[in-house]
């Protein structure tokens, strides 16, 4: 085959440009990214080995790092899964990752996050660029007797071409170091002191070989199998970069150390900010299983619930056969010892850091919150530690509140934790009507604002345990702040007024007749002058129906505030019949929409309405 020329995908191409002109501080990290790839390679290989033996050659596997001076390359071997043509083309000719796109975007948009935003992208084997001119790969795919050459510079294209033939599987990539004048630190590569520098500090965990001047450098020491007081800071920083490839700093670690009738160990983290394909992808796992310190899989979905999926890291069992597939794990049972033994660890520190670390936990919270109260509603076993372990904002303060603070804010004779869901955005759900009478009375109200509340809400009666306080959705029509002798007094006035509001509540019932079941006076609002209550929030009927689930119809009340001049003016409009009211009944309505945090149905016809109200105002 003679050489073939081939564009890098646009995405692929700007993330290049980024590296070339470098800016990531850090660049001795290329050097750890590509003994990551290697180290990743051979552990593919192994596997495919024991699948089929067939394919076993009899050498023995590591990775070779080699500097030439005199041509000035920086060389990195392995004898791992190698790569096809295709999957040359495929894998470093594109960028698979989901979340490019927006990642380019957001750099696009922010010049001085770049570094930041890098660091969280992670660009991997593109790396390279900012310390190379030019990059050579060569390599012979497992099982196959082609190798190829793919050679590029890095400005948007890159050529493949036949190579001579690999003794072995493999891959090598040869970088030629930056030689221009204005960087004058990129030769600093070509040093021995810098590499094994390098080695020692990113890399001396990877459990192959690193062979460097004829010597093996690194100790291949499963930091998980190490004392705990041994390993530094720094150490766990590197590991959880190399298993991850996230560029940041975790923001904690766990150590899991269990021994008994299971034995197995490991090493779990918690990454500083969301992955960008946690959101994108709610399957994504990051738990990768080792036996007696082989690797076996990673991305092991078995050992960690759904809502833990923002976790990473390695579990390392001595009981499990070394042959096992994923098909046959789900039905293990040591996995199952070990997913439920390895939650009450998290849980278990979660805890402690909520007591000991606010800040952290908070950080925590605020990035994967949303995710891990997911589990209050998939895993009722575990559903009351991580009520315990929520973190929740209320009308009191700009604080986090756990509920068991809440409690001992409580009100004396308060019959439960009263709360509040819907609306993402918080400032709008603290301006609700709802919370109007409970603030007069000094009661403290829970917001909240992520999707899963209100299934949370609807489901806390039976999830939580009989002896915990209630929480009572002050959305609901039987909920209020009201004492019961100051109900009835309210029932008296609303019975005198019946008479009166009769054609109104008639006049509403008759429009709204899919909408609403009931049509109510109250005392209870003070500034508004109408609220909608009752069924799941309108922001969650949305978004189920655009997820296109069918459920029942929810029909609400609509509250009139009785005091509120707009409602007594309407009362006596209704009563004298007048083709106004339906306009305003229509009003009001949709204002209610609106202080529920979503848009009318129609907010053409609002606006049209308020318009020819406006003008109806004396003037020119
Ligand atoms: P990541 O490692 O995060 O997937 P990279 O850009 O570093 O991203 O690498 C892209 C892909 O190229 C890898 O996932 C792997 O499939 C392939 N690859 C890179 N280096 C090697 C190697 N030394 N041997 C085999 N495959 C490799």
């Known amino acids: 085959m003679s050489e073939e020329k081939f564009y890098f995908q646009t995405e692929a191409a700007e993330l290049l440009k980024m590296m070339i002109s470098s800016v990531y501080s850090n660049r001795d990290i290329f050097l750890r990214e590509l003994i990551s790839n290697a180290s990743d390679a051979l552990d593919k290989r192994r596997i495919e080995t024991l699948k089929n033996s067939e394919l076993a050659e009899n050498t023995n596997p590591e990775i070779k790092i080699e500097i030439n001076s005199d041509k000035k390359t920086l060389s990195v071997s392995d004898n791992g899964i190698g790569m096809t043509k295709d999957e040359l083309i495929k894998y470093l000719g594109t960028i698979a990752k989901s979340g490019t796109k927006e990642f380019l975007q957001a750099v696009k948009n922010d010049a001085n996050s770049q570094q930041e935003l890098i660091g969280q992208f992670g660009v991997g084997f593109y790396s390279v660029f900012m310390v190379a001119e030019k990059v050579e790969v060569i390599t012979r795919k497992l099982g196959t007797n082609e190798t190829f050459k ?88 590197e590991f959880y970069k190399h298993l991850t490839h996230d560029w940041r700093d975790p923001l904690t670690h766990i150590k899991i150390n269990a021994e008994g009738s299971t034995n197995f160990k490991g090493l779990i983290f918690i990454p500083s900010e969301a992955p960008l394909e946690l959101f994108m992808d709610p399957d994504a796992g990051g738990i990768s299983l080792y036996i007696n310190r082989v690797f076996i899989m990673n991305d092991c979905k078995v050992l960690m619930p759904q809502y833990l999926r923002f976790i990473r890291g390695v579990i390392d069992s001595e009981d499990l056969p070394l042959n096992i597939s994923r098909e046959i794990l789900q039905e293990e049972p040591i996995i199952k010892v070990i997913r439920k033994s390895t939650q009450r660890k998290i849980f278990n520190e979660f805890k402690k850091l909520l007591e000991k670390d606010r800040e952290k936990y908070i950080k925590l919270w605020t990035t994967f919150g949303k995710i891990l109260k997911e589990g209050i509603v998939q895993d009722y076993e575990h559903a009351k530690n991580i009520f315990d372990i929520s973190l929740f904002r209320t009308t009191n303060s700009d604080e986090w509140t756990t509920l068991s603070e809440y409690e001992t804010r409580m009100k004396p004779g308060q019959e439960g934790i009263y709360c509040l869901a819907g609306r993402d955005n918080i400032e709008a759900l603290k301006a609700s009507p709802k919370l109007e009478p409970f603030i007069n009375k000094g009661y403290e109200v829970l917001l909240m604002t992520d999707p899963v509340d209100d299934v949370i809400l609807s489901q806390a009666g039976f999830i939580l345990p009989a002896e915990a306080k209630k929480l009572l959705n002050i959305s609901d029509d039987n909920v209020s702040a009201e004492t019961e002798d100051e109900k009835k007094e309210i029932e008296k006035k609303i019975k005198a007024l019946n008479e009166d509001f009769e054609p109104l509540k008639k006049k509403a019932l008759e429009i709204f007749s899919e909408k609403l079941s009931d049509v109510k006076l109250s005392f209870s609002l003070t500034n508004s002058p109408a609220c909608l209550r009752g069924g799941m929030s309108l922001q969650m009927e949305k978004m189920m129906q655009a997820m296109g689930q069918t459920m029942p119809a929810q029909k609400r009340i609509l509250e009139f505030n009785a005091e509120h001049p707009v409602i007594k003016k309407l009362i006596s409009l209704a009563k004298n019949n007048d083709e106004k009211v339906t306009d305003m009944l229509k009003i009001l309505y949709d204002q209610s929409m609106i202080l529920e945090g979503t848009i009318p149905d129609n907010p053409s016809e609002f606006v049209k309405r308020i318009d020819d109200l406006m003008s109806l105002i004396p003037g020119e």
Do not use: H, M
């Open 150 to 237: 793919f050679t590029s510079d890095g400005t948007g294209s890159y050529t493949i071409e036949d190579a001579e033939q690999r003794n072995e599987c493999g891959t090598t990539v040869t970088l030629y170091i930056k030689e221009n004048k204005e960087d004058t630190e990129a030769k600093n590569y070509l040093e021995e002191w810098t590499i094994r520098d390098i080695i020692t500090k990113y890399s001396d965990f990877i459990s192959w070989p690193i062979i460097f001047k004829d010597k093996t450098v690194n100790s291949q020491k499963a930091i998980w199998q190490r004392p705990e007081k041994e390993i530094t800071e720094e150490e766990y920083k």
